[in-house]
């Protein structure tokens, strides 16, 4: 029905930047919200950055305000998350998700790593 997939996880170095991209795929009427989570080893899951477009409105942790940046391209069904200052904290494997606006959000991709490390 959904199908979500991230890309552009990597190895990066303290201070780096990247860039998560997350295409939908297949038919969903109510993609209300998206948002970008992730869970480190020994963590728990972590709502990162989520956007509620119709609010125009997007959220951040607290541990990411200032760094990191959620897009979105509604004519390519693409939602972004722009990661700078990255620190080694950040590492952890990160999922996009969407669906009707809620915590945890429905639809889920397979996820993308990303490890910060000197």
């Known amino acids: 029905q959904v199908q979500l997939v991230e890309s552009g996880g990597g190895l990066v170095q303290p201070g780096g930047s990247l860039r998560l991209s997350c295409v939908a795929s297949g038919t969903i009427f109510e993609i209300n919200a998206m948002g970008w989570y992730r869970q480190a080893p020994g963590k728990e899951r972590e709502l990162v950055a989520g956007?509620?477009?119709?609010?125009?409105?997007?959220m951040y942790a607290d541990s990411v305000k200032g760094r990191f940046t959620i897009s979105r391209d509604n004519a390519k069904n693409i939602v972004y998350l722009q990661m700078n200052s990255l620190k080694p904290e950040d590492t952890a494997i990160y999922y996009c998700?969407?669906?009707?606006?809620?915590?945890?959000?429905?639809?889920w991709g397979q996820g993308t790593q990303v490890t910060v490390s000197s």
């Open positions: 956007i509620i477009p119709r609010a125009r409105n997007a």
């Open positions: 998700a969407v669906g009707p606006a809620s915590n945890p959000l429905k639809y």
